[in-house]
């Protein structure tokens, strides 16, 4: 729950992956513990990503804009091959019959050379359906002059789906050049709604935290909760989740929250959640209220524009029924994060973070709209079959201890 107080910018974490065991010999220079591991394995297995005939990936290596070009439009189905003297003519002039970009894009980048971040984040946008950012977005890296006008708009909106991050001095660099394994990730993630790969099992990486930290998020808002009973143990699903709407939501409100269902249910462990057939069939309402007066009278609860309540067994902790409730009267700045919030948190993850701006449940405000790296790790933590309800923190850590890389 979250009543958010200030303003923090926060620069999303993209770079999350776990390891995918039948992608094990694919390419020679893919470890398992590459930052683009398990995006490549999709993208591979799917059709879309081709390596070189000395059995090498060169993810390092930047890549062109026909490059790109042909992965998307393999990805959306559009036809590839040469053409007009060309060997990606087909999906080229595709690109531009589509509108992904126009001949004024050619002018400066040519469909031979290396494609900028910013132009890569115009190709994403266009091609791929990711949405517009919300008007109170505001990109908070220090280099924002340098990003042309016409590719402004484009790099706001991959920016709030959570596609791009700033460098280590919290620059974007738009005129830095796309290397191969970042365009299968960017790729993957803008067509997958900024979700990661389902993982089969095996270790969970933590790209840009450390393992302590990892442990400490866990520790912190995975066990106990905010408000109510605090006992420090395991809690979540263990059967599918049946969801039905209640109120009236707002434009865009429901697809946005089932992008993340999408998300959740690509959880190695995860049970699932789906529509439920009707009303009776549920076992998580998500309600949607007019204003603060109608929260307090549904929930008894003052000054909050969102609540997630779940109801366990006694001495199982296995989730059987749980409640989402938000105000529709709140700022269009932060609803998107507190609809991503309230429903991250009834999965079982109950209490929120002091200590991570990025991070979805944040308790002041932030402009986080997708979970970051470190609350993804800590929700496949929490559904990796090892991790059983009832366990305290001790066999928590020791489970951790075994999944991390």
Known sequence: MKRKLGVLLVVLSLFCSLAVPTFALRFTDVPENSWYYREVSEMVDAGYLNGYPDGSFRGDDPVTLA??????????????????????????????????????????????????????????????????APDTI????????????????????????????????????????????????????????????????????????????????????????EYGNGIRVVKKWTQPIYYTYSGTPLSGDTAYLERFMEALNGIYGFPGIYPAADGQSANLTIHFVRDEAEMYALTGYQNVNGLASIWYGTGTYEITRGRVVYTNDMDAGERRSVLIEELYQVMGILNDSYDYPESIIYQFYTDAQWPCTLDWAIMELLYHPDMRCGMNESACMAVIDSLLQ
Not at 105 to 129: C, M, N, S
Not at 141 to 168: K, M, R, S
Request: net charge negative; with cysteine; aromatic share 10%.
């Open 138 to 225: 505001r990109l908070p890296f220090g280099d924002v002059v340098q990003i042309d006008a016409a590719y402004y708009p484009y790099v706001e909106a991959a920016y709030a789906a959570g596609l791009f991050v700033g460098d280590t001095e919290g620059n974007f660099s738009p005129q830095g050049y796309i290397v191969r394994g970042a365009a299968a990730v960017l790729i993957y993630r803008a067509e997958h709604g900024g979700t990661t790969p389902p993982a089969p099992g095996g270790t969970i990486s933590h790209e840009g935290y450390t393992a302590d930290q990892v442990k400490g998020h866990f520790s912190n808002c995975a066990l106990g909760a």
């Open 67 to 132: 490059e790109f070009l042909t992965i998307v439009a393999r990805v959306q189905g559009v036809p590839c091959g040469s053409q007009g003297g060309h060997w990606a003519g087909q999906q080229i002039d595709a690109a531009l019959r589509l509108g992904w970009m126009n001949s004024g894009d050619l002018l400066v980048t040519g469909v031979d050379e290396y494609l900028p971040r910013q132009f890569a984040a115009k190709i994403l946008v266009l091609a791929l359906g990711v949405e517009d």
